[in-house]
């Protein structure tokens, strides 16, 4: 248990349809990132926020939209996703935007929601 | 660019054996250079982490991983793996401006009987 607990753990949807991904942390991190592992590429850090604030969006497309109401939760909006959007989908947290490269920062990844696009 | 290459794709040994999982990375300056492990299906867990000082880095779990500046290497290695190490390696480099993690393709391990 990391403490980044993510919603739901799998997710089935066709193309045209619209979910969400849900993400939580009481950790008292200020930063919350969304990122893609697809299967033997690296993994793809998708959006960064800092304070509710979108501080980084990895040229991401638009069907993907994220979030983030408070500190605290982060979430990513799906719609009409394609087939090769099929991945694992994980969220991580760290104490500050800028993380300082000191020995006690580190980010702390969710279970990841694993989705299939049909 | 940044970048982090883990050249084994998957790697099996057999319980009780010694461990290396290689990592080479890409990057500019002082990389700050990070193992992480996933369990199947379980989100990343922080093995161990290298900013600075002792190249010769312990983790959790019985893991170490050792710098080496002149081979752009940060390999992980176990002395002895146990049954419950099998799960998939990332080796990561951090940005030391923003904030970002370059990831490997990891590694995945099987640990037979």
């Known amino acids: 248990e990391t403490g980044v607990t993510q919603t739901p753990r799998h997710l089935v949807m066709g193309m045209t349809n619209k979910k969400s991904l849900k993400c939580e942390q009481h950790?008292?991190?200020?930063?919350m990132y969304w990122y893609k592992q697809s299967a033997k590429k690296p993994l793809e850090l998708m959006f960064v926020y800092s304070l509710e604030e979108r501080v980084e969006n990895n040229s991401v497309p638009s069907r993907f939209s994220p979030e983030c109401p408070n500190s605290s939760h982060l979430f990513l909006h799906l719609h009409t996703l394609q087939p090769e959007d099929s991945a694992l989908y994980l969220c991580?947290?760290?104490?500050?935007?800028?993380?300082?490269?000191?020995?006690?920062?580190?980010?702390?990844f969710g279970q990841g929601t694993r989705l299939t696009v049909v | 660019a940044q970048s982090v290459t883990q050249p084994d794709i998957h790697i099996t040994v057999s319980e009780g054996a010694s461990l290396e999982l290689r990592c080479n990375y890409s990057y500019g300056a002082t990389p700050y250079l990070f193992w992480y492990v996933q369990s199947p299906g379980q989100g990343l867990q922080l093995l161990l982490k290298?900013?600075?000082?002792?190249?010769l880095v312990q983790g959790i779990k019985g893991f170490e991983a050792e710098f080496k500046r002149s081979q752009s290497s940060f390999n992980l290695r176990k002395p002895s793996v146990h049954w419950s190490d099998a799960a998939e390696y990332f080796c990561?480099?951090?940005?030391?401006?923003?904030?970002?993690?370059?990831f490997g393709t990891g590694t995945s391990l099987t640990v037979i009987p």
């Open positions: 991580a947290s760290s104490q500050d935007r800028y993380i300082v490269w000191d020995r006690e920062t580190e980010a702390f």
């Open positions: 290298y900013f600075s000082g002792d190249t």
């Open positions: 990561a480099v951090g940005a030391n401006t923003g904030n970002q993690f370059y």
């Open positions: 950790l008292g991190h200020n930063a």
